[in-house]
């Protein structure tokens, strides 16, 4: 088979085709079925996180697959909403490659500023790279840290790019090229070479625990939180109660006591205010993303019995 043909000013509309349909593959099931393989990766590169940056006190993850959780040792995968996005985009793809053979936006995230908030639609085409990305998988991770100083964001550039870390929307060749050498590899049973995209984000330790007791008293709160693009940004567009309700999984390795005390503090309040079924319509009327992946009952079931063990706390 061809290689992957991905130069850095343009783009094989054929090889995006098959790293979409090698994606369906991966969220139906038929790669690394258990999730296991990307659980190792993040445990991994936040390991690298973690032995790099002094003042690390815990990280989190949200997002595909956090938002599942195992059933018989499975991730809920398998997804009406995935299985008829990633159907969408196939055929989006072969209409635009019946008009062009190479994909023209890349060029346009060559520039040193590029956020993919700057992607604007334009005439040339609607294959934009969010498009292609938006249900590719990657790691969302948030590094909770005594400071969000300069020299804390520093620390862990200075380790992304020693580790090879590259944020997802940022370079669309490289998060291509990365995100199928894993499937590839998983497919295989090997160990990829390289990491998927990592999203990350930095938050200060006070300012986690005070968003924490801000959603243990029902309000909803916007973090300071600055993500990892081509340089530093503040990012004023997180959710943070959203995220927390719906997909915020600690790795397993946060020992910090009062980070895992203001988050289960946070959770026991939030049942003792709401019910599962009021929480539940929160996240949904709050994203219509979150409404079309909790159609699909198992996912359903997954936030209702996280949801319920919060009463126990």
């Known amino acids: 088979m061809r290689r992957a043909f991905f130069p850095e000013t343009e783009y094989d509309l054929a090889a995006i085709l098959r790293v979409n349909e090698k994606n369906a593959d991966y969220l139906n099931g038929a790669i690394d079925p258990s999730g296991e393989g990307i659980r190792k990766m993040a445990t991994c590169a936040l390991k690298e996180i973690r032995r790099g940056v002094d003042g690390f006190c815990g990280d989190y993850g949200t997002g595909f697959p956090y938002h599942s959780s195992e059933k018989g040792g499975q ?58 990305i938006k249900v590719m998988p990657d790691m969302d991770t948030f590094v909770i840290c005594d400071e969000n100083d300069k020299k804390t964001r520093d620390a862990i550039w200075s380790v ?70 081509a340089e530093w940004k503040n990012n004023k567009s997180i959710d943070f109660w959203f995220d ?49 992946l909790l159609q699909y009952e198992p996912t359903m079931e997954a936030l209702r019995e996280k949801l319920s063990s919060w009463q126990q706390i």
């Open 75 to 132: 991730v809920i995968k398998d997804q009406p909403e995935f299985t008829r996005y990633t159907g969408e985009l196939s055929n989006l793809i072969r209409r635009e490659m019946a008009v062009r053979a190479l994909w023209p936006c890349p060029s346009c995230q060559l520039g040193a500023d590029f956020t993919p908030s700057q992607c604007v639609d334009c005439n040339i085409t609607p294959l934009k790279p969010r498009t292609i």
């Open 160 to 229: 992304a790019q020693d580790k090879g870390f590259t944020q997802s929307d940022f370079n669309t060749n490289e998060s291509l090229t990365r995100i199928e050498g894993a499937l590839d590899a998983w497919a295989e049973g090997r160990k990829p070479a390289s990491y998927l995209p990592i999203d990350l984000h930095v938050i200060d330790k006070n300012d986690f625990i005070q968003a924490c007791a801000d959603i243990g008293d029902g309000k909803l709160t916007h973090l300071t939180i600055w993500s990892m693009y």
């Open 244 to 292: 927390f309700v719906f997909s915020m999984t600690p790795y397993p390795r946060v020992t910090d006591t009062e980070i895992l005390d203001a988050i289960d503090e946070a959770r026991s309040r939030l049942t003792r205010c709401y019910s599962v079924d009021q929480l539940v319509d929160i996240v949904m009327k709050q994203s219509y993303r979150a409404r079309q």
